[in-house]
């Protein structure tokens, strides 16, 4: 049996339009989420007002933490490195405890604006930028980054996590593909390892741990301590639960469909009064794509509700799907 100083540190990983603060709400609260990170704040050439922070992080209204308690970063994406560290700055009067970059994101429309993954064609600019905003934040907030592989081809892996450190980061996400790759598998942990046995700061790894059993392949093949779920963790909720019992030695059962469905409820009625209604329930949808992938009824359900626009007719869905499967059970 492992003891718990084997548990792994487990980061909730930022997604774009995807995992917002009421998702981030859900799923700390579920559980075996460590730490969350925000969807980044696009950084051109000015200094942003307090709202834009507020906006997509409401969590540094109340310490930079979730309801539950889980700590929250607020990530930064950006090419120059004066504005990042006067932003960084202004996050971090507004309530920020942790500054992270992002350094990742494969998006066209952030990597032509001089963003994202595209600024790993110069380790330089990556030192450059996390250094700007090291120095302009007070040592006890810490500055991390995230990075992938490379832009065009993974060769530059190692120069830009040198560089990420260099520049003062506490702290290394790696996902573990090029902006080409794109997120087609597979992802190449080995990299990751090499980045973990080089760099002083600790390395988390992140890309294709989908399961419990992909978890401990990704432990295996790159050392580290620290993951990053993302797109795992909107598939498999519980994975973080998951894995820390694996590695604490207890017995788990994982989360079933008609706990799912009740998260799903509670998510719904979260967010059915702040989109229009032309756009009501497409929150739900959008986290169906993902949990069809590892439940099967999932695909079952989007397929009944997919065309639904009606609060009436998505709620009487819902209540169906909850009543059957208590009855199932």
């Known amino acids: 049996m492992t003891t718990s100083s084997d548990t792994p ?3 909730q990983a930022p997604m774009e339009g995807v995992i917002d603060h009421h998702m981030r709400a859900l799923l700390s609260a579920l559980g075996g989420v460590d730490i969350c990170v925000t969807e980044f704040v696009r950084v051109t050439h000015t200094r942003l007002p307090r709202r834009v922070f507020t906006r997509l992080c409401p969590e540094l209204k109340a310490g930079a933490v979730t309801a539950c ?5 607020l990530q930064l994406l950006g090419g120059n490195p004066e504005a990042m560290a006067i932003n960084a700055v202004k996050a971090a009067e507004t309530g920020a405890r942790a500054i992270d970059l992002n350094f990742g ?10 963003g994202g993954a595209c600024l790993l064609q110069s380790p330089h600019r990556v030192e450059a930028i996390v250094g700007a905003v090291r120095r302009a934040l007070p040592d006890h907030i810490p500055v991390t980054a995230k990075i992938r592989l490379g832009y065009l081809d993974r060769s530059s892996y190692m120069d830009n996590a040198r560089a990420a450190e260099n520049g003062g980061a506490a702290e290394l996400a790696v996902h573990a ?5 794109g997120y087609r598998p597979p992802a190449y942990w080995e990299y990751i390892g090499e980045i973990r046995q080089q760099l002083a700061i600790p390395v988390i790894a992140n890309g294709d741990i989908w399961t419990l059993e992909d978890f ?8 580290c301590r620290r993951f990053m779920f993302g797109r795992t963790l909107l598939a498999r909720p519980d994975l973080g639960l998951q894995v820390k019992a694996f590695t604490e030695g207890r017995h788990y059962e994982p989360i079933t469909w008609k706990q799912v469905v009740a998260l799903l409820w509670d998510y ?3 967010t059915r009064e702040i989109y229009p209604a032309k756009y009501l329930g497409n ?7 993902y949990l069809k992938l590892t439940f099967p009824e999932a695909q079952l359900f989007f397929e009944r509700i997919k065309r639904l626009r009606d ?3 998505i709620e009487a869905e819902f209540s169906r799907e909850l009543s059957t499967k208590t009855e199932a059970a």
């Open 177 to 181: 593909r090029s902006k080409a790759d």
């Open 105 to 114: 994101c494969p998006a066209k429309s952030v990597n032509n604006s001089d």
């Open 283 to 289: 929150r739900i949808k959008q986290w169906l794509a």
């Open 216 to 223: 401990q392949r990704c432990r295996e093949v790159t050392g």
């Open 9 to 11: 540190m487990i980061y």
């Open 268 to 270: 719904y009625l979260t």
């Open 69 to 73: 308690g889980v700590p929250v970063r």
């Open 311 to 313: 609060a009436e007719c």
